[in-house]
């Protein structure tokens, strides 16, 4: 990978990131498109969360971190703190993985 | 590389493919893809990313998955700035750190997959999603952004799914506004 082409990624990527940021920063958020903007993350999150549970190379996979998601939901309703949730689901994934 | 471009799955997808004997273009759409998200992180952060334009600037670097999550997880704007600028500087900082780490001590380490760390990303996004889903429209954003990102996974290039679970705002933009219709006669 040469310098260029991984100085322009960086640039790149933090073009992507800074759009939203310095075109809408100084002006006050419409409540409207607040409210909509507030929509975003939970979407994003959700897309994140079932991809990195059940996504493969181009299908879906059903392994040890689907457990491991379904110990942290059981957490997380019991209001568990944050770092027991994720360590939880860490211990079920590597335990179902070191029995079979 | 980590430094400059600080939005790891972008990194993993460039060596993935270089790895793999891509060529360098091939390597680097799909890490522009999963790069746009943070575009939507950026949008999804606008009411908290408050001050100057340079101070604005310099955030912007910091916006990943982790700092989005962390910030939008509050619903007080000043806790929600601190909770993006604590996980974003801690993030950047180990994210470096390791990256050091890694290069020098090589394969010493085993598959991180035996030790279910792949296992505590979606479990640390559930912890995070959870205490949003209370406000109006986020469960029916979150269940469609899932659903959506979920059949793409065997269809869609890799950073596609997720970068369309953003699709999952207009059902539950539709459904504030029906409901606001009814609210008022």
């Known amino acids: 990978m040469t310098w260029g082409a991984l100085i322009g990624l960086g640039l790149a990527a933090y073009a992507l990131k800074a759009v939203g940021p310095l075109l809408a920063g100084h002006r006050p958020v419409r409540p409207g498109a607040a409210q909509v903007l507030e929509l975003v993350a939970p979407a994003l999150l959700a897309g994140l969360i079932m991809v990195q549970t059940f996504g493969g190379d181009h299908r879906i996979v059903l392994d040890a971190r689907a457990p491991a998601l379904g110990v942290a939901a059981l957490l997380v309703w019991r209001r568990a703190p944050f770092l027991v949730v994720v360590l939880c689901a860490a211990a079920t994934a590597a335990l179902l993985r070191s029995l079979g | ?185």
């Open chain 2, 1 to 185: 590389m980590s430094l400059l471009v600080f939005t790891g799955a972008s990194q993993f997808a460039v060596v993935g493919v270089l790895g793999a004997g891509g060529a360098v273009a091939a390597a680097l759409a799909p890490a522009l893809l999963l790069a746009a998200r943070n575009a939507l992180y950026g949008l999804a952060l606008v009411p908290v990313l408050r001050g100057r334009l340079p101070v604005r600037a310099a955030q912007a670097q910091l916006i990943i998955d982790e700092s989005t999550a962390m910030a939008r997880a509050q619903d007080d704007p000043e806790l929600a700035r601190r909770a993006f600028l604590a996980t974003g500087l801690s993030v950047f900082v180990c994210w470096n750190v390791g990256t050091l780490a890694g290069a020098a001590l090589g394969g010493a380490l085993g598959d991180p997959r035996s030790l279910g760390l792949d296992a505590m990303f979606p479990a640390a996004f559930l912890a995070l999603l959870a205490p949003q889903l209370g406000r109006p429209g986020a469960r029916t954003a979150a269940i469609w952004g899932g659903a959506i990102a979920l059949a793409l996974v065997p269809v869609a290039r890799i950073g596609v799914p997720v970068l369309a679970a953003v699709v999952g705002v207009l059902p539950a933009t539709v459904e504030l506004r029906r409901r606001a219709r009814r609210a008022a006669p």
